[in-house]
């Protein structure tokens, strides 16, 4: 007969709640011993010994109030009668509480002794109540001496004297026989306290034995009843370890009808469906980004042919002269070379969490946005990538007279960046047969508009105003102008990417704002305030591209001024 999982878990449990129960009842039984322990010891220990302690007290309250009445009476006649009333029956009360303490600690001894609840002390008990037996008589001869001594007050001054030093002498020997008694019965309670504890935790002690007992019993046995179980698990659990090294050819053998064989031939099911999902991974992660891939098999809602509109950053980087630059080199020198180059520019957009759209011969097309980045960080991770381009190609350029196969001529490699924020289409865009998930609109157009308005303007990166507003906290840029590109009806402010915020230096900020001076003058039509501006500009940077184009335009309004309505934007005629 084959028992279900469930069930062998079930028994498991009974078992242990069993012996789980057999040592909660056994350690209650003897908590309750301990709490016996405890209420003999607050009912008779602890009153004992507050009782002699309360008796002690009076006692001395009663030698203190009898020097005032001796006092009082010695006086005689002229004594006043309140006086001596007073101290005498402040005398006779604390005599009375005195022998009443007495009394209350002998009864909570007896009461002790006859109990069957004992701490082996019960020939300790009968002495100290002999003991105390004694102080009472004690007490009572000495109230009779004193006694004595008041009547002979005011009679013969030396049997008075004589009188007081044997009060005196018998009151410090019944005090030395108190503080014993005190002494005695403060060892006695403190012994009953110390075989509280010592029981206390002989229980915690055999508690937890039989805690560990149990615990082992219950192992024993659960580990009996499991081992069938066990082994299935095991081999499932290595099968997992394997699939998640990557081992997608794993197989576990199915041995059992229980859920645990269930579980395995469910097991195996999705392997090979996550095999499958590997290889399509493996082939077309190489054409296309693999977290498009990713997120196509993992979220199929991706793939619906509806696009959506969103708001995201567009990046265009292409090699300047490359067609200059491939002639004369074989067709493997060029594929090799142009493949490392474009992996230089693929990684930091991969780097920066963006995505790879497409290859363009030398250009590389990439985008940031949703699903893939956050709405308030595309713009800033695509100036990152860009930066982190141009900073690129100095390894880049040292690894070209190796790659060539040349150490002489080898050719300077510059490019050139557009980079543009703005609303796109984004989705699964193509063919019923053959599709791209990509993204189209006028912010791609803009994007390859500015790339190729960095040849115009001699900048190595420019962005548009929506780029600049999303990611300004983080980079430095300077305005270049406005334009209309093709294609489009509305002017574009573009800005030059300088550097990361806090890292450009001085010269070129201060170029920027120079410029910024220039570029107000120009575009208000002063143009001698304008020419100033642009060649003070390149007085700070003499290779300064931008400056050098408008010092051209200025020329050329002088020469041919604008018309009236003229707002300062500036065509651009090339794509």
């Not at 007896?110 to 009472?136: C, K």
């Not at 190489?286 to 196509?296: G, M, Q, T």
């Not at 630059?325 to 067709?331: A, I």
């Not at 963006?354 to 308030?376: E, H, L, Q, R, S």
Request: aromatic share 6%; with cysteine; hydrophobic share 45%.
């Amino acid at each position: 007969m084959r028992f279900t999982i469930g069930f062998k878990i079930f028994g498991i449990a009974v078992g242990l709640l069993l012996l789980m129960s057999a040592v909660a009842l056994l350690n209650t039984r003897m908590t309750r011993i301990v709490d016996a322990q405890l209420e003999v010891v607050n009912q008779n220990y602890f009153p004992g010994f507050a009782d002699l302690e309360q008796a002690h007290i009076r006692k001395l309250e009663q030698s203190s109030t009898s020097r005032r009445l001796l006092r009082a009476l010695q006086e005689g006649p002229a004594a006043d009668p309140k006086e001596v009333a007073g101290p005498r029956q402040r005398f006779a009360d604390a005599a009375k509480a005195s022998a009443e303490g007495l009394v209350a600690a002998r009864r909570s001894i007896n009461d002790q002794i006859v109990n069957p609840l004992d701490f082996g002390d019960d020939v300790a008990l009968g002495r100290l109540d002999t003991r105390i037996e004694f102080l009472q008589r004690e007490q009572q001869r000495n109230e009779a001496l004193f006694a004595q001594l008041l009547a002979a007050a005011n009679g013969d001054p030396a049997e008075a004297d004589r009188l007081l030093r044997d009060v005196d002498q018998r009151r410090d020997e019944w005090d030395r026989q108190m503080n014993a008694a005190r002494e005695e019965m403060h060892q006695i309670f403190e012994h009953a306290i110390r075989d509280t504890q010592a029981y206390q935790q002989r229980i915690v002690g055999v508690g937890l034995f039989l805690l560990a007992m149990a615990g082992l019993l219950g192992l024993v046995i659960a580990a009996i009843v499991t081992r069938g179980l066990v082994r299935p698990v095991h081999r499932l659990v290595d099968g997992t370890a394997a699939v998640e090294h990557g081992a997608l050819d794993t197989v576990v053998p199915v041995t059992s009808r229980d859920e645990i064989g269930r579980l395995t031939r469910s097991f195996n099911t999705m392997v090979g469906e996550l095999r499958v999902k590997a290889q399509i991974r493996e082939t077309f992660g190489k054409y296309v980004d693999p977290r498009i891939v990713a997120s196509l098999l993992d979220q199929p809602e991706l793939a619906d042919p509806q696009g959506s509109r969103r708001e995201m950053t567009i990046l265009f980087c292409d090699m300047h002269g490359f067609t200059s630059f491939s002639e004369g080199m074989t067709p493997t020198g060029l594929v090799t070379v142009l493949n490392r180059y474009l992996t230089v520019m693929s990684e930091p957009i991969r780097r920066n969490n963006g995505i790879i759209d497409k290859y363009i011969g030398d250009a590389v097309m990439g985008f940031w946005g949703p699903p893939f980045t956050g709405n308030a960080e595309h713009a800033r991770l695509a100036a990152m990538a860009a930066l982190e381009q141009l900073e690129g190609l100095a390894a880049f350029q040292a690894e070209l007279p190796e790659l060539m196969g040349i150490r002489r001529g080898v050719p300077q490699v510059e490019v050139r960046i557009g980079i543009a924020t703005g609303e796109v289409v984004v989705g699964n865009i193509g063919s019923e047969h053959t599709r791209s998930y990509t993204v189209i609109g006028d912010t791609v157009n803009v994007a390859s508009r500015l790339e190729g308005a960095s040849k115009a303007y001699g900048t190595r990166v420019l962005i548009n105003a929506a780029t600049r507003r999303l990611a300004g906290a983080a980079i430095e840029t300077r305005e270049i102008d406005a334009v209309l590109v093709v294609g489009k009806s509305e002017p574009e402010r573009i800005f030059e990417l300088l550097g990361r915020r806090g890292e450009v230096g001085a010269e070129r900020l201060e170029l920027r704002d120079m410029f910024a001076d220039g570029l107000d003058a120009y575009r208000a039509g002063a143009w001698e305030r304008a020419l100033s501006a642009f060649e003070s500009c390149l007085r700070i940077a003499p290779d300064d591209r931008p400056s050098a184009v408008f010092l051209d335009r200025i020329a050329g309004f002088r020469k041919r001024p604008p018309a009236d309505n003229w707002s300062g934007v500036w065509a651009l005629e090339t794509k």
